[in-house]
């Protein structure tokens, strides 16, 4: 079943998105070469401590730290440790969430760390965030849920991949609802499977968490010994971004981003929904 959500419910998953927006800003800006994973996660345990929100992650099925950082050819759900020391040319995706009120808010980004990347990583990581902003493009009433995941892979396969070939859309993870839990249904694949049907109908009160992963190279991953650890299968790098994004009667607000999703959503035409702490 699929939770719908109040105005009053959106308000405080609002509240948890905004927690998860200064989470971004702060290990971004300390996502530089010598720092280690681990060093980010601190900074996000202070972040969520200064807001007194709650991390979703830790302890999520027995995960061991409050974000996921997964570094070049990981794709989610890296483990952040102090042995794993950023270098200058690395990509490095952040997933985070936090609780508000027991309401929940996630969402990842691509950084790039120090500088001289290679421009495929570059596009690569445009590609992959550009076809999250497609997928919320398609987030509205009256579509259905495979119409956000034909937006995604669309949006991705009619973009030229440097040196040839195509990029691969990650087949075994995606998005989901989100709410009173971090993962709930419906789950969001990044491309149509036609053996799935078109899904629900979207109406005010549909929260979900919009995701695709990306890679240079093959749409199959693997686990490593730690049982979190997703790595491709053939070592290319990977880029991921998430936002959260509600479905209003007034339209879309995305709970993650610190304007609400309004300035990016401006260049499709689309007027976001009031800001309800605004």
């Not at 989610?76 to 952040?94: N, Q």
């Not at 491309?191 to 093959?218: H, N, Q, W």
Request: negative net charge.
């Amino acid at each position: 079943m699929v939770q719908i959500k109040t105005p009053e419910q959106i308000a405080k998953m609002r509240e948890a998105g905004l927690v998860v927006a200064a989470i971004h800003a702060a290990t971004r800006e300390a996502a530089v070469p010598g720092a280690t994973t681990k060093d980010l996660d601190e900074v996000a345990r202070k972040v969520l401590a200064e807001h007194n929100a709650k991390p979703n992650f830790l302890g999520y099925g027995g995960f061991p730290a409050t974000i996921c950082t997964s570094v070049n050819e990981v794709v989610v759900h890296g483990i952040p440790s102090e042995d794993v020391v950023l270098k200058d040319g690395d990509i490095i995706s952040i997933d985070c969430g936090a609780i508000v009120d027991g309401w929940h808010g996630d969402a990842a980004y691509t950084a790039f760390v120090g500088s001289g990347h290679a421009p495929e990583l570059i596009e690569l990581s445009r590609v992959t965030e550009e076809s999250m902003w497609a997928g919320i493009v398609a987030m509205k009433q009256g579509n259905r849920l495979v119409d956000i995941s034909r937006a995604i892979e669309t949006y991705i396969r009619r973009q030229p991949k440097p040196g040839g070939g195509r990029y691969g859309i990650i087949e075994d993870y995606g998005g989901h609802g989100i709410g009173t839990e971090m993962h709930m249904d419906p789950h969001l694949l990044n491309y149509v499977d036609r053996r799935r049907g078109k899904g629900p109908k979207l109406v005010p009160g549909f929260c979900l968490a919009i995701e695709p992963m990306v890679s240079l190279g093959t749409p199959k991953t693997r686990v490593l010994q730690d049982e979190w650890t997703v790595i491709t299968t053939d070592g290319t790098w990977s880029s991921h971004w998430e936002h959260s994004v509600a479905l209003t009667e007034q339209g879309p607000l995305v709970l993650t981003a610190p304007d609400g999703g309004k300035a990016k959503l401006a260049e499709y035409g689309i007027t976001t929904a009031p800001d309800p702490l605004a």
